[in-house]
């Protein structure tokens, strides 16, 4: 007899269960710090070792780096937030030390500047340092979610990359979530999600799907148009996107601007498709999206039958994790149901030779 491997699923403090199979890699795996560390000069290996050393007893370097954030030479702020950027990638006991001797201010001012690579490495060390619970609150109390924000919006790649990534690490404090979701950075996180690359793509995805454990912040991301590349992604078994697409999805289902959204840029055919051909996880998240829209709408559960959904789901009710069994018996009890003057679900699941 076959054996079934189970294994929670824990994300933001939300567990999910058997989301994993054989030790599949999660969903959403959180984002990176500096992933870098190259100084753009010829000394960068000097400067590196100069630094790895220096960090041992680094209080004195820590406090005139951040002297040199507010240099009136550019050169000076240039070379002080790419030496605290890496300092704070290097050595996690250091992230506490810099923001003890004041470095965030200066760095969110560096956020705001027109000069590309001050704001990117502006935008990093930020980055760097919300790593740290500890300065999280510090970071967010000390006006970074605008600047953070427009770097989101108009920053190089890597600045918008790496803005994602600190308002997703600033939004594992509560409240800061309406904070973030009202000073505008879902639309650009959207748009990072259709136009990014890889990365860009996995780190959009994950700050959304923090944020839009929010209300107001589903219904923004709706709104924005988040819709399209979400089912988009999900359709593509290539993108390596479909799990983290499908996660957000479910994140948004619960908001009813969310279920005529997914219908209307084809999201029925898509999660059906998973259903029948996915994951074991896959197969256990589009089923139970699938459910949820199914739960209220006699429309849409004629969609999802003429799809033909139930023999997968039948398959599925059979050989899935035990979550997805329970939701593949709902779904096919619900498309089983009679419909007030429609009854081509009925007929769709007789031709399936599932009994009505």
């Known amino acids: 007899m076959e054996t079934e491997v189970q294994s929670n699923f824990t994300y933001m403090g939300r567990t999910f269960t058997n989301l994993s199979i054989n030790g599949s890699s999660s969903a959403f795996s959180d984002c990176n710090s500096d992933i870098s560390g ?4 010829a000394s960068s290996q000097s400067r590196r070792l100069f630094l790895a050393c220096a960090s041992e007893n680094s209080d004195e370097l820590i406090e005139q780096l951040v002297s040199d954030l507010e240099s009136s030479s550019i050169d000076e702020q240039k070379q002080a937030v790419i030496e605290i950027r890496l300092l704070a990638k290097n050595k996690p006991e250091n992230r506490i030390k810099i923001a003890r001797a004041g470095a965030i201010k200066p760095l969110i001012s560096l956020i705001s500047s027109t000069d ?3 704001q990117e490495n502006g935008v990093t060390a930020i980055l760097n340092l919300s790593l740290c619970d500890e300065n999280k609150e510090l970071i967010a ?3 970074a979610i605008k600047p953070l924000v427009r770097a989101l919006k108009v920053g190089t790649s890597t600045a918008r990359e790496n803005a994602a990534c600190a308002l997703l690490r600033l939004s594992q404090v509560e409240e800061n979530k309406i904070a973030i979701g009202r000073s505008g950075a879902i ?3 959207v748009n990072l999600l259709e136009t990014g690359n890889f990365r860009g793509k996995k780190d959009a995805s994950t700050a959304l799907y923090s944020l839009c454990s929010v209300k107001e912040n589903k219904v923004r991301a709706v709104q924005a148009g988040v ?3 979400l089912v988009e992604l999900m359709a593509d078994f290539s993108s390596n996107m479909v799990d ?3 996660f957000v999805v479910s994140e948004l289902i619960s908001v009813a601007e969310a279920r005529p959204a997914l219908v209307d840029e084809g999201g029925i055919p898509v999660l059906v498709e998973i259903v029948e051909v996915g994951s074991q996880r896959q197969k256990e998240i589009a089923v139970a999206i699938l459910l949820q829209i199914c739960e209220d709408s006699v429309a849409y559960r004629t969609m999802v039958a003429r799809e033909g959904a139930i023999p997968p789901l039948v398959a599925l009710s059979q050989s899935g994790t035990s979550r997805a069994k329970r939701k593949a018996e709902k779904l096919i ?5 009679p419909r007030s003057g429609n009854g081509a679900a009925t007929a769709v699941a007789r031709t399936s030779g599932v009994p009505v």
Not at 38 to 41: A, K
Request: net charge positive; charged share 20%; proline share 21%.
């Open 38 to 41: 190259e100084f753009p000069t």
């Open 116 to 118: 590309p690579q001050l």
């Open 141 to 143: 109390a000390s006006g």
């Open 187 to 189: 639309p650009p996180l």
């Open 227 to 229: 819709m399209k590349p």
């Open 244 to 246: 983290k697409s499908a």
């Open 333 to 337: 009890d619900l498309l089983r149901q």
